[in-house]
């Protein structure tokens, strides 16, 4: 079965204001169902920035982004983030807890739902944690805690498509194959349902992670698409 | 009858004698070799020339009978107080010179137009020995707020990237996201007019009470001007500062719920991209 592209970005431009170094260079990308697209590239690339693009987080220059073939702008924004959602490579738990901190996201005017606190604890559990992670202060998490927390938060606003920027850069081994084998289940379980057309776009450095979670590796230089 | 201090005019003479008494904080500055007397020398002549060019612009102003004139140096006034809230600030962005001054024009302007024509009511309702020296003290209070409350705005906004992102990226809307750093920065610009308010009357006589009082003004009638004044300044204060926060975060953000933190720079390198 075909889907529709669930995102298309074209001719994505962006300079830093200080340096005046061109990040994005004239990018070109579409994001179809089902798939989990890698971005790889060196250092200073655009990786980050290009999924910083694509959750509208940055003001851009030029180009134009579609969500499932709508233009994204203003008031549309903020709903659009709550399907198309973002994990910083430094995510932070803004409350004192994580039960908090999904309460606080369920507060936003955008918000259309109401948390699932039973979803977000068989998450946990799925990442290698346990549900008592919910309520330990928000200091005492560790890097690679605060990114699983930072992941199990997004994925408790079901969204369609989930930007991660180097996810598992802070985790250990086992920690890394519950990420990348929960990602995975997430991306398969609804790709099939009318209301569930799902795609992942992962950046990483590690060749060998996006040919095991990826369905497509984008190779970017110096602003650039060189690979598809 | 006691005699009060607008009977009893003082020389240039007895000013020196004053002048002597900071002379001892110039030799314990040497004996300690605190490094500050030259400092102590240069506020201290800096501030005498300062304020007889405003006495003698004052007895210039005082003896017009126009409007034009006094709303001319007010203005000035203004203008030097905006640009001056601005002076301390760590973390800027392109216009916020013209917003300091904005905001500090409207909330001073419209709280001492209100003093003048619903409270004083002088005849005429410009009589610059009335509306000079209130929308001083107004000015001098509103700056010092609005510069507070910018400074904490913006620094906080840097410390707090993460947190601000975090909301953003989950569905937040821009004033959704910067609403917590709007409420610090408001309540620590009014933190000084509180403070004043507090110990008012308790720990020291204020600065319009203290005039009265020495000009042979009944005791009741200056507290009730200090109170007026205190209120006034406080208005101004809450006014210049939500209208300073609000353009503030009206230019550092855009209609797309995004922060733009390419704008906000470290004085230095806003100073450096601007040459």
Redesign the interface.
Known sequence: MNFPPIIEVQDLRRRDAESERTILDGITLQIDAGECVGLMGPNGSGKSTLLRAIARLDPLEHGELFFQGNAVHGDQVPPYRRRVVYVSQQSVVVQPTLREDLQYVFQFQSSNQSLDLQDAETQLVQFGKTASMLDQPAEQLSGGERQIAALVRAMALSPLVLLLDEPTASLDAVATEGIESGIKQWLAADTEAADGLRAVVWVSHDQQQLQRVSTRVVQLNAGRIIES | MLASASDIAISWLDVSIAACLLAINALVSVRLQLGMASKIAWSSVRMTIQLVILGLVLKQIFALATAAPVLGLAGVMTVIAGVSAVGRIDHRYPGIYLNAISSVWLSSWLVTLVTVLAIIRPDPWYSPPILIPLLGMVLGNSLTGISLGLDRFLSEMHNRR??L?????????RW?SCRGVFSVATRTAMVPILNTMAVAGIVSIPGMMTGQLLAGAPPIQAVKYQVMIMFVIAAAIAIGIVVALWLTYRNVT?????I????I?GKK?LKA?IR
């Open positions: 993460g947190e992102e975090t909301s953003l990226a989950l569905g937040a809307t959704e855009t209609a797309d719920h995004q733009n933190w390419q704008v720079r390198k991209s």
